[in-house]
């Protein structure tokens, strides 16, 4: 009897071993191997995009270098598009999601998400041609009306929510889509309102029009797989302690105040 109650305890104790291991959080993993891997679509101005030299920088960018460094590891960024985040975090193939991610409902069910580090909204960038016709997002609710999105964004989950009727089209990176637009291939392009805010900054966009009032309420924050708490925890605290001594304000200062750093994109 003891001889079986004792083998019975060990085998227990190696169980949860082993189910302490396999649930173990992918920052512990990324300790261990010396290495964040992050999950990232480098076309989100100006949280994430590729310089003339071919690096990936931007807010987020910088705000993830600040992590690594605090964890005591190096950042690897694997570039990935938009649509194959979330199936190639629950894949394994990264630790985490960094590529202005907003937070919903749907993709809760799939993730766990941080803190929100940012809050934005989606704004309508129009052609020339609809000044004093379009006002308000509501006014493209039209079948006359192409409106130009991105493949698997908020911004076209919002189109197809408040513009049941217009013709929309999607495309795989924001300049296709602004650049639909500003040809006249389409009327109205959809996308995060600070994404806007710049690229009507370019002088090959100075045309474009702005209804600059955000229409939605979007937090954007990093993704873990579903159950990585303790991955959650230190990434909340990450984000608190870098709101409290100066480095965020900083950050955002850098990326949202000055506009130097336009010269060295593409």
Aim: glycine fraction near 8%.
């Amino acid at each position: 009897m003891f001889k079986r109650y004792g083998s019975a305890l060990l085998l227990g104790a190696v169980t949860l071993i082993h189910i302490g291991l396999a649930q173990a959080g992918a920052l512990d993993d990324a300790v261990r191997r010396g290495v964040l891997k992050v999950g990232t679509t480098p076309t989100y101005v100006p949280f994430e995009m590729t310089d003339k030299q071919g690096r990936i920088v931007g807010f987020e960018i910088d705000l993830l270098n600040v992590m690594s460094q605090a964890l005591g590891v190096q950042l690897e960024l694997v570039v990935v598009p938009y649509t194959d985040l979330v199936p190639g975090l629950l894949e394994n193939k990264f630790d985490l999601i960094g590529s202005g991610m907003t937070v919903t409902q749907e993709r809760n069910l799939k993730l766990n998400f941080s803190d929100s580090f940012m809050v934005v909204g989606q704004s309508v960038l129009l052609h020339p041609s609809l000044l004093g016709k379009v006002n308000s997002v509501e006014d493209l609710d039209d079948a006359s009306y192409r409106v130009a999105t991105i493949d698997g964004t908020t911004g076209q989950a919002a189109a197809r929510r408040f513009l049941g009727a217009a013709r929309l089209s999607s495309f795989a990176t924001p300049e296709e889509g602004v650049r639909h637009v500003v040809d006249g291939r389409a009327d109205a392009f959809i996308h995060d309102a600070p994404y806007n805010v710049i690229a009507l900054s370019r002088p090959e966009n100075s045309q474009l029009l702005a209804l600059e009032q955000p229409f939605t309420f979007e937090p954007l924050a990093f993704g873990v797989k579903k159950g990585d708490f303790d991955s959650l925890n230190w990434i909340n605290h990450f984000l608190n302690q870098v709101a409290q001594d100066g480095t965020y304000d900083q950050l955002h200062d850098k990326w949202f105040k000055d506009t130097g750093w336009l010269a060295e994109l593409d």
